[in-house]
């Protein structure tokens, strides 16, 4: 009975560290919904997607491979010139808010009717809600389960087999889609502690708390009261609490927020164009050729290549011009050289915060211009005294970060297990040295306002010093006059 005791608060301490969770009250990741899991990927399982997607599509000039860690890579299979078309995706197999199954048509109706839910009407929470059943949910249709028991199909009474085989049909297709996504999408919310304070940024921590506050909240307002009599139905047996967990819908949100594309049908997701991994910004537009464009009239996402590439070459897409602040928020990874990187000068009592894109361009005096509602000395020893103050405060210097990052990259092994604290550091490296260069810019106009104020005491000295030997003056022309 000693042995199990110790076993099970062993499991427990384990389940504890691992979550990393500090409170009773805090909602926990569980390390083994099932929900969550993602099956392994196959070869057979890529060119089921492309058959399943094919369809009005097109995906002749790519081929699909899986790195070491499982992950989905797309290469070209053959050479590709500067504005080359190497992919086109039909909207036809967009997940979107407005094309839900049947099933779940009454809950959308329901969020739009009742006031209580009207913090809900929005399409990243439907989106996420249809993903969170395509995911757990097989291909036979749920039951309704009205308040007096009375069990009703969901689809009408007089749909016939073939609309049945449409349904199963385009739930099949979009399961086959939801094995590509991973167990994490890319998201600051899977940081853990540790990991969030290498970021040194309390901007980034207070803007994970506030998205982890209202994922708790919309999971509470909806998930905790589907058995509301106001509802007019129980939908319990089409959400079952053991498979619509906290952590599918946290999962669900986070996959949609950091994965959806707008389309004639609003936020949706599109499979397989999330396969790419972000370029960047400088060869996604170079020569004004975009990585992806919207066909509106046709509903269809076609891809270009944004410079020539090679046989074999992995392929890439600009998912914005995104400063490393903005990549870091979306997608947890930052990039070592950022050309649209940017900082936010907070604190200058002259501006509010402003950033300043493409910051290698800029001379003092346009950074002046930025920051001062009247650019001058006085605003530039404040400028400087802000970007300075904000330089120095960080735990840790550029070199220091350097060194950490060389360390992190000596064992390839655990290069992997590292990548979070790995793209903090880079993160907060980029951000140093930009304020680095606005303190380099910014200390000549520093050291010339300690100058001219120099000066002004040397006049006023001289003036006092004149001043004195005027009165000396008058005072011996007096004696004199008197004499």
Known sequence: MKLLYVLIVCVLVKAKTESDCDSDTEVCPSSTDPSVDTPLKTTSDIEELMKKYSNGSEFSSIDFRMDEEGRVKVYADHPLKLGDVYMKIHGQHYLSSTRLPKALEPIASMIYEKEELKKLRTPQFLLSLLVMYLKVNVTEPPVRKDLDEEVIDLDEKDSDEEEKDVESALIEKYQAY????????????????????????????????????????????????????????????????????????????????????????????????????????????????????????????????????????????????????DLMKYYSFALENNRYNSVVIKNVPMHPPYPLPKWEDHTPSSILQRMCV??????????????????????????????????????????????????????????????????????????????????????????????????????????????
């Open 178 to 325: 939801l094995k590509f996504l991973p167990e994490q999408c890319g998201s600051l919310q899977y940081f853990s502690k540790k990991e969030l304070k290498e970021l040194q940024d309390d901007e980034l921590n207070q803007y994970v708390t506030q998205f982890e506050q209202m994922l708790e909240t919309q999971y509470k307002h909806f998930f905790g009261r589907i058995d509301d009599v106001k509802f007019g139905w129980n939908v319990t047996s089409l959400f079952p609490s053991y498979h619509y967990t906290y952590d599918l819908f946290k999962w669900a949100n986070i996959c949609v927020a950091s994965r959806k594309f707008l389309t004639n049908n609003g936020q949706s997701l599109v499979p397989i164009a999330d396969l790419f991994d972000h370029e960047d910004a400088e060869l996604c537009h170079g020569e004004g050729v975009r990585s992806f464009v919207y066909d509106m009239e046709n509903d269809t996402m076609t891809f270009f290549a944004t410079r020539a590439f090679e046989e074999g070459e992995e392929l890439k897409v600009c998912y914005n011009a995104y400063s490393n602040r």
């Open 374 to 483: 009247k650019p001058g000395l006085a605003c530039a020893r404040d400028g400087y005294k802000v970007v300075s103050d904000i330089l120095q405060s960080y735990p840790t210097t550029i070199e220091e970060d350097d060194e950490l990052l060389e360390k992190l990259s000596e064992n390839k092994k655990t290069i992997s297990q590292n990548l979070n604290t790995r793209f903090a550091i880079v993160f907060r490296k980029s951000e140093k040295k930009m304020f680095k260069v606005l303190v380099d810019l910014l200390k000549p106009y520093d050291l010339e306002s300690e100058k001219s104020e120099t000066s002004d005491s040397e006049s006023e000295t001289f003036s006092e010093k004149s001043e004195t030997s005027d009165s000396e003056s008058e005072t011996f022309s007096e004696a004199y006059d008197s004499d």
